[in-house]
């Protein structure tokens, strides 16, 4: 093992600090062998009839809740509740004032209904979806057809820099309002999955359609309103989000009445907060385990939705790219195999991650999703990396590869394990130069195809959720909004599945893709890692989410 490497494994326990931007605070009111192929799992029902079986109606749920429950978290996303703006990385924050039509059991991965109770569809480019009523945004007005509407279209009246927004303005024909709780939905392709971009996986977010001016003057932040268990009082910029809880909701009344989001950057500063009581959930990192739990606080660890961490590779885009450059060594498939089989991913995972990871065999998709194939490690073979660089004419002289390093806060060993990775390479004589970098730009860097992305390897973070099989679509189709791996074939077959009726041709059309992306080492599988929770004892009752920050929250119980 490497001089370097071996240090950064011995003092895993040093405080981390994550690079934020510093902005005014500002208050606002309101392997190379070819897998052998395990048997796929059954094949996701094709929506050719009703989708969902309506639930019983049991009328609003009603409570006065009291207390405060006091969250830290890592990261605040886009800090944005406006559509146009919100995406994803938004969702720690917004769920709790912005909901979807479809919801999306956290356990069986299942659609339920949401904002609407059932939803069909017999050619899957029609479709037709029936309202919740009595359903009311925080400003008291009712949610009905008109704002459906709206929420939905807006992505393709206005600019949209949320992912599931670009996939509307490229797909929707126009949203018609058949009754005041109906609406149809037409597109120009079939899209079996859209119940999935509904789905609060995606984040097409309802809003009420008289906020249409707010939203395009990008001024709906002021006063967000949505149709959530919770209403936004409160709101300072990267420091503090406040939410007051409903008395009336249609899904759920929170057992308190107050909800705090702090951004703690800093895992050292969150375990530092937990124990003067200033927070009562903290996400961890595996080497304050043991003392946390000396000082008396409970420790979850969410094995029911792990997260992956991957590295990719920079600048794999089409040639007619504008920033496209020839020479990126990490376009030759020969070097981004030597790089795979330079890093071993055993190590990882028993040292940094403190045996709580396994080593990841393929990024962005997980055993149940469309297209899964068991496909095995790549092996930690330094050896074989070596002879591949050498049939491939030897590294190229000058070539250094910037190896982005930030950490995150669900992640806290995130940037040693990037340093590690540039120690692996350098000793199979790929040279690399570390460069710490702000998260932000490093995403702003990838999705704009950017110069400065090529030949770089960056660190990614994120949730498996079985159900979402269009995950390939978001960051490998050269139209997604994520630049990783761009090719013609990849984006024919990732298009023949998301729009296949038929299961078995969206199984093979999948599979099809996934097995281009394992035989071209299109991107670094690391390790699948568990999120790690500290809970104080005010709080009675907590609910095992998933993602990459803590989200539910309005499911959790305080003593009172």
């Known amino acids: 093992m490497l001089k370097r490497s071996i240090q950064l494994l011995v003092v895993v326990s040093v405080a981390l600090v994550l690079l934020l931007s510093c902005a005014p605070a500002k208050e606002v009111t309101p392997t190379p062998v070819a897998p052998t192929p395990v048997a796929p799992p059954p094949a996701v029902p094709t929506p050719t009839a009703p989708v969902v079986t309506p639930t019983p109606e049991v009328g609003l749920l009603r409570g006065t809740p009291e207390g405060t429950l ?225 000082a008396g606080f409970r420790v979850v660890t969410i094995q029911n939705n792990p997260l992956f961490i991957l590295a990719s590779f920079g600048g794999n885009w089409l040639p007619e790219r504008e920033n496209y450059q020839a020479d990126n060594p990490l376009l030759k498939k020969e070097f981004r195999m030597a790089i795979n089989h330079a890093i071993n991913r055993e190590e990882l995972a028993e040292t940094l991650f403190y045996g709580l990871a396994t080593p990841a065999n393929i990024p962005l998709i997980s055993k149940g999703t469309v297209g899964w194939i068991d496909w095995p490690v790549y092996k930690y073979d330094p050896a074989y990396s070596r002879q591949l660089i050498q049939q491939a004419g030897g590294w190229p002289e000058g070539k250094v590869i910037k190896v982005i390093s930030f950490d995150k806060a669900a992640v806290p060993m995130l940037s040693e394990t990037m340093e590690v990775i540039g120690g692996y390479l350098d000793a199979v004589g790929i040279p690399t130069r570390i460069t710490p970098m702000e998260p932000s730009l490093c995403t702003n860097y990838y999705k704009g195809r950017a110069a400065e992305a090529v030949g770089a390897i960056w660190p990614q973070v994120g949730s498996f959720y079985p159900a979402q099989d269009k995950r390939g679509g978001s960051y490998w189709m050269s139209t997604g909004s994520i630049g990783l791996f761009e090719s013609p074939e990849v984006d024919r077959l990732i298009k023949a599945s998301t729009t296949a009726i038929d299961p078995d041709e969206r199984q093979r059309t999948a599979q099809a893709a996934y097995q281009f992306h394992y035989d071209n080492h299109s991107a670094i599988p690391l390790v699948n890692y568990p999120m790690i929770v500290a809970i104080s004892d005010k709080v009675e009752e907590f609910t095992e989410i998933c993602g990459d920050e803590l989200t539910f929250m309005e499911y959790v119980k305080i003593k009172h």
């Not at 009595?134 to 600019?159: L, P, Q, R």
């Not at 037409?186 to 996986?201: A, E």
């Not at 008395?247 to 907060?273: F, N």
Request: glycine fraction near 8%.
């Open 70 to 294: 006091r969250v830290a978290l890592g990261a605040f996303g886009q800090e944005s509740w406006n559509p146009l703006v919100a995406s994803t990385v938004s969702r720690n924050i917004n769920i709790y004032l912005l909901e979807n039509l479809v919801g999306l059991d956290q356990y069986t991965i299942q659609y339920l209904p949401g904002l609407a109770t059932e939803w069909s569809t017999t050619d899957a480019i029609v479709w037709e979806f029936k309202l919740r009523e009595g359903v009311k945004f925080s400003d008291g007005t009712e949610f009905t057809a008109t704002d459906a509407k709206f929420s939905i279209e807006v992505h393709s009246n206005y600019s949209t820099g949320s992912s599931v927004g670009m996939t509307m303005k490229a797909i929707l024909l126009g949203v018609d309002i058949i009754g005041r709780y109906e609406i149809r939905v037409r597109l120009s392709q079939p899209t079996p999955l859209l119940p999935q971009y509904f789905c609060q996986i995606e984040g097409l977010w309802m809003v009420p359609a008289k906020s249409e001016d707010a939203i395009v003057k990008g001024t709906f932040d002021e006063n967000p309103i949505g149709t959530g268990p919770f209403r936004l009082v409160k709101h300072t910029t990267a420091s503090l989000i406040r939410y007051e809880a409903v008395s009336e909701h249609w899904r759920i009344v929170p057992d308190y009445k107050t909800l705090d989001l702090l951004l703690v950057p800093e895992i050292a500063t969150q375990v530092a907060m937990l124990k003067t009581g200033e927070v009562d959930v903290a996400g961890i990192g595996p080497a304050n385990i043991e003392d946390v739990k000396a």
